[in-house]
């Protein structure tokens, strides 16, 4: 099973909103990393947050880490309609292997 | 310099033939991964490449699929007597080394379709 959910699996919003996902996953992490992806394109890296942070900002993105939940979210403030896209949190696991490990994404859907 | 470039962007081919997808990654990224994702899904990882070390192949799903590696540049994916359920993007990425807080960088991906 994929370590990385996100919830919710689609999301739609009003122009200038804030949207928020969610992302579970099960296992101890070096880091998480969220990736956006827009229709047909390949993805692209948005934010990435250690395991020994707890709050990350750039730009218009917020991410948090709850390591004792294993969970994170990540919001995305007065959103517009060029946010429109799929988003995927990955995880590093703490082990040996390197290698991400990506959840199943939010279809986030901006309504002008 | 120039991003993940991966070739072609589109491939039809019928069932049971043979289709080789390239990667060209970042020069200088001595990490080169390949995942597959099927429609309205996430990414499967497929295999991993870093440095001169033995791949990771953990992730391909049947002895159909293969890769090579030329070094720390070039990359293909070669899917042979390839099935209708093949059919879906396969997505290279590559990172400046296979170290765990390192960012991929993904190329636009190859969409297969198996007719």
């Known amino acids: 099973s994929q370590q990385g959910e996100e919830d919710p699996q689609a999301l739609s919003i009003q122009e200038g909103e804030n949207a928020t996902m969610n992302c579970s996953y099960k296992t101890s992490i070096n880091n998480l990393q969220w990736y956006r992806q827009n229709s047909g394109r390949g993805l692209v890296h948005l934010i990435l947050?250690?395991?020994?942070?707890r709050e990350k900002h750039s730009g218009r993105l917020r991410v948090t880490l709850d390591t004792s939940k294993k969970s994170s979210s990540l919001l995305i403030t007065a959103s517009r309609a060029a946010d429109t896209a799929s988003y995927f949190c990955a995880t590093v696991p703490y082990s040996y292997d390197e290698k991400l490990t990506f959840g199943t994404g939010t279809r986030l859907t901006i309504i002008p | 310099g120039a991003g993940v470039s991966q070739s072609p962007s589109n491939k039809v081919t019928e069932k049971g033939k043979d289709v080789e997808l390239r990667c060209d990654p970042i020069?200088?990224?001595?990490?080169l991964y390949w995942y597959r994702q099927r429609l309205g899904q996430g990414l499967e990882f497929l295999i991993y490449?870093?440095?001169?070390?033995?791949?990771?192949k953990s992730g391909l799903p049947s002895d159909r699929f293969s890769a090579e590696r030329t070094g720390e540049s070039v990359s293909t994916l070669t899917i042979q007597r390839t099935q209708q359920e093949d059919s879906a993007v396969y997505l290279c990425?590559?990172?400046?080394?296979?170290?765990?807080?390192?960012?991929?960088?993904f190329g636009a991906g190859t969409r297969l379709s198996v007719l």
């Open positions: 020069s200088g990224h001595t990490a």
């Open positions: 990425a590559s990172s400046l080394e296979g170290r765990r807080a390192n960012i991929q960088y």
């Open positions: 490449f870093q440095g001169n070390s033995a791949p990771d």
């Open positions: 947050i250690r395991s020994n942070e």
